[in-house]
């Protein structure tokens, strides 16, 4: 049963760069697609983007301009830099993994357990 | 983007009760609807897919139904470990679209 878990800085100051990393434990990356999400406090869920197993990218046209996800074959994990945070990128973030059926459809399951990131001054 | 318009944004029930919550989209979406379970502190699961799909392990208390662009979960006879945050998702077209999230409190 595959299992996330994610890591990276809590606390960032406004202008810097926000870097996440998510681990994919007990499966592969291969033929899947791997994203990350947002919950800012007291809001819904904000998906940002993902990253195939090739290293195809889909990125939140709200955040396209800030935002990189690449993935480490070799280490089994992929990752998320947003730059120039600021006060509104505070929020939770999760790592999930994008699956699909037939007919095209898809889901996030599982996800990771959450990085909470604060941008303050 | 498609906006997803969930409702109620809270509600109060007792155990046992019949809960629906629905979650209208902005546009058509088809059958490419999921729904989410969050409980506090924790990050969410996958509840249904595909409006009615549930995935292996999620009690069939638990069901979906679709009328046009308006989504229903329904959770017959509402258990103790029930109560959370229930989130909608469109899965049609991107950029994947999340509603804002019904919270199930206790009565």
């Known amino acids: 049963q595959v299992q996330l878990q994610q890591w990276g800085a809590g606390l960032l100051k406004p202008s810097e760069t926000l870097y996440l990393t998510c681990g994919v434990y007990g499966g592969s990356l291969s033929d899947y697609y791997w994203g990350w999400i947002r919950q800012p406090p007291g809001e819904g869920l904000q998906w940002i983007g993902e990253?195939?197993?090739?290293?195809?990218?889909n990125y939140n046209p709200s955040l396209m301009s800030r935002v990189t996800i690449s993935l480490d074959r070799s280490k089994n994990q992929f990752s998320l830099e947003l730059s120039a945070v600021t006060a509104a990128d505070t929020a939770m973030y999760y790592c999930?993994?994008?699956?699909?059926?037939?007919?095209?459809?898809?889901?996030?399951?599982?996800w990771g357990q959450g990085t909470l990131v604060t941008v303050s001054s | 983007d498609i906006q997803m318009t969930q409702s109620p944004s809270s509600l109060s029930a007792s155990v046992g009760d019949r809960v629906t919550i629905t979650c209208r989209a902005s546009q058509s979406i088809s059958t490419y609807l999921n729904w989410y379970q969050q409980k506090p502190g924790l990050a969410p699961q996958l509840l249904i897919y595909a409006v009615s799909s549930l995935p292996s392990g999620v009690p069939s208390r638990f069901s979906g139904s679709r009328s046009g662009t308006e989504f229903t979960l329904t959770i017959n006879s509402l258990q103790p470990e029930d109560f959370a945050t229930y989130h909608c998702q469109q899965s049609h077209r991107t950029p994947w679209t999340f509603g804002q999230g019904t919270k199930v409190e206790i009565k």
């Open positions: 990253i195939y197993h090739s290293g195809t990218t």
């Open positions: 999930a993994r994008r699956r699909y059926s037939t007919y095209d459809y898809i889901w996030f399951d599982p």
